[in-house]
């Protein structure tokens, strides 16, 4: 992967390469950033510029046959974690290397993608993966190793924050002292959801999301779209490339994200001594437990987003408000008035618990029927402004 086809990021891509041209690799790295902010298309070409003796900041004039193993990511010694689950394909301790092929068709065609993408081409989004004592097991084992060309093993372990205390337990010898010439790159969008042992042990480098212009360029280069077009979908995704992608083939899950939302906020509203109201939130309730965990979480992370947004409107900082909604029948004008100062901090509180108590197996259908009449008085609540 060259360096050149990953968007943005210029001072990151100037700092790794210098690092390795210095003979200044660290043993241990942390990359965090946002969804769509190029951390694991830049985990790769950095394992590339490695491993393939590469210079002058590119990938390319190094070893040839290296660089051509980095084409459909098989280099050998290039090793890769993620979070897995069982699966029609694979019935129990599932592990990585199970799935390298459903991986490689990922990093082929949605470098950027997040989780919920990776769950959705495996068909397990209705369950959640982590990176198991299973997967420590194996990556001790593929390490413990000599290198298949006698220079550098690169692992690199993406959505770091899915490993778990018994395989965090289990890696942290091998990440504080790596065998010789072994390098870790972690990935994670949320740094503060890692282990601290494991975090305490890494060089860790922040990604910025990325700047408008950079993913409007990129979409008109990679989808021949018109200017004007390309701004205002650069403009909705907030810096990140993977939505501005979705919303292209109108493929985002924002979209069903934000019928659910109106429906829900609508019903609640009205659901103050309108019985029907009530039906409406409990079947919505319904309705959306009959999805996958990952996918509940993922909505709640967009309704929190959409109040915030909401927030914002309302106090007058349009510039920071990037949310579009699609239906014709709601305006977010009309609705940020009834998000302020007296109920934010609750609403914010009560979908965070939310998602916490998912996460944690709690039954869909409770959780949420709770949060929506909870929601019913919250909106109702007058500002003290």
């Given at each position: 992967?060259?360096?050149s086809?990953?968007?943005g990021?210029?001072?990151?891509k100037?700092?790794?390469?210098?690092?390795v041209?210095?003979?200044?690799?660290?043993?241990?790295?942390?990359f965090?950033?946002?969804e769509g902010?190029?951390t694991l298309?830049?985990?790769?070409?950095y394992?590339?510029?490695?491993?393939c003796?590469?210079s002058?900041?590119?990938?390319?004039?190094?070893n040839?046959?290296?660089?051509?193993k980095?084409?459909n990511?098989s280099?050998?010694d290039?090793?890769?974690?993620?979070?897995?689950?069982?699966?029609?394909k694979?019935?129990?301790?599932p592990?990585?290397?199970?799935?390298?092929?459903?991986?490689?068709?990922?990093?082929?065609?949605?470098?950027?993608?997040?989780l919920?993408?990776?769950?959705?081409?495996?068909?397990?989004?209705?369950?959640q993966?982590?990176?198991?004592?299973?997967e420590?097991?194996e990556?001790?084992?593929?390490?413990?190793?000599k290198s298949?060309?006698?220079?550098?093993?690169?692992?690199?372990?993406?959505?770091?924050?899915?490993i778990?205390?018994?395989?965090?337990?289990?890696?942290?010898?091998?990440?504080?002292?790596?065998?010789?010439k072994?390098?870790?790159?972690?990935?994670a969008?949320?740094?503060e959801?890692?282990?601290?042992?494991?975090r305490s042990?890494?060089?860790?480098?922040?990604?910025?999301?990325?700047?408008?212009?950079?993913i409007s360029s990129?979409?008109?280069e990679?989808?021949?779209?018109?200017?004007s077009v390309?701004?205002?979908?650069a403009?909705?995704?907030n810096?990140?490339y993977?939505?501005a992608?979705d919303?292209?083939?109108q493929?985002?899950?924002d979209?069903q994200?934000?019928?659910?939302?109106?429906?829900?906020?609508?019903?609640?509203?009205?659901?103050?001594?309108?019985?029907?109201?009530?039906?409406?939130?409990?079947?919505?309730?319904?309705?959306?437990a009959?999805?996958?965990?990952?996918?509940?979480?993922?909505?709640?992370?967009f309704?929190?987003?959409y109040?915030?947004?909401?927030?914002l409107?309302?106090?007058?900082?349009n510039?920071l408000?990037?949310?579009?909604?699609r239906?014709?029948?709601?305006?977010i004008?009309?609705?940020?008035?009834?998000?302020?100062?007296?109920?934010i901090m609750?609403?914010?509180?009560?979908v965070q618990?939310?998602i916490?108590h998912?996460e944690?197996n709690?039954?869909s259908?409770?959780?949420?029927?709770?949060l929506?009449i909870?929601?019913?008085r919250?909106?109702?609540?007058?500002?003290?402004?």
């Amino acid at each position: 992967m060259l360096f050149s086809e990953i968007l943005g990021q210029t001072h990151i891509k100037n700092h790794l390469t210098k690092s390795v041209d210095e003979g200044r690799v660290a043993h241990a790295q942390l990359f965090v950033g946002p969804e769509g902010s190029g951390t694991l298309p830049m985990a790769v070409a950095y394992a590339q510029y490695i491993l393939c003796h590469n210079s002058n900041g590119e990938n390319t004039g190094g070893n040839d046959s290296c660089n051509l193993k980095f084409k459909n990511f098989s280099h050998p010694d290039l090793h890769f974690a993620f979070p897995v689950t069982t699966s029609d394909k694979v019935k129990s301790k599932p592990v990585s290397n199970y799935y390298l092929e459903e991986w490689r068709q990922l990093l082929e065609q949605q470098p950027y993608g997040n989780l919920f993408d990776w769950y959705k081409l495996l068909g397990v989004d209705n369950k959640q993966g982590q990176i198991g004592v299973d997967e420590a097991t194996e990556i001790v084992k593929s390490l413990s190793l000599k290198s298949y060309e006698g220079g550098y093993k690169v692992m690199i372990i993406w959505m770091a924050e899915k490993i778990n205390t018994s395989a965090a337990n289990k890696l942290l010898k091998l990440i504080e002292e790596p065998p010789e010439k072994t390098a870790f790159i972690l990935i994670a969008e949320d740094e503060e959801q890692i282990i601290n042992t494991i975090r305490s042990r890494c060089q860790v480098l922040h990604f910025p999301p990325l700047a408008e212009d950079v993913i409007s360029s990129a979409l008109v280069e990679n989808y021949h779209i018109e200017k004007s077009v390309a701004a205002r979908l650069a403009h909705q995704a907030n810096g990140n490339y993977n939505k501005a992608c979705d919303l292209i083939y109108q493929d985002s899950e924002d979209i069903q994200f934000e019928k659910w939302f109106i429906f829900w906020v609508r019903s609640a509203f009205k659901a103050r001594g309108n019985k029907k109201a009530i039906h409406d939130l409990i079947s919505w309730s319904e309705e959306i437990a009959k999805t996958g965990r990952e996918t509940q979480k993922k909505f709640l992370a967009f309704c929190l987003n959409y109040f915030r947004q909401a927030l914002l409107h309302n106090y007058g900082a349009n510039d920071l408000v990037y949310l579009e909604p699609r239906s014709e029948n709601f305006q977010i004008e009309k609705f940020a008035p009834f998000v302020h100062d007296s109920n934010i901090m609750e609403i914010s509180e009560e979908v965070q618990d939310a998602i916490y108590h998912i996460e944690r197996n709690g039954n869909s259908k409770i959780i949420l029927t709770d949060l929506s009449i909870k929601l019913t008085r919250l909106l109702h609540k007058k500002s003290q402004a």
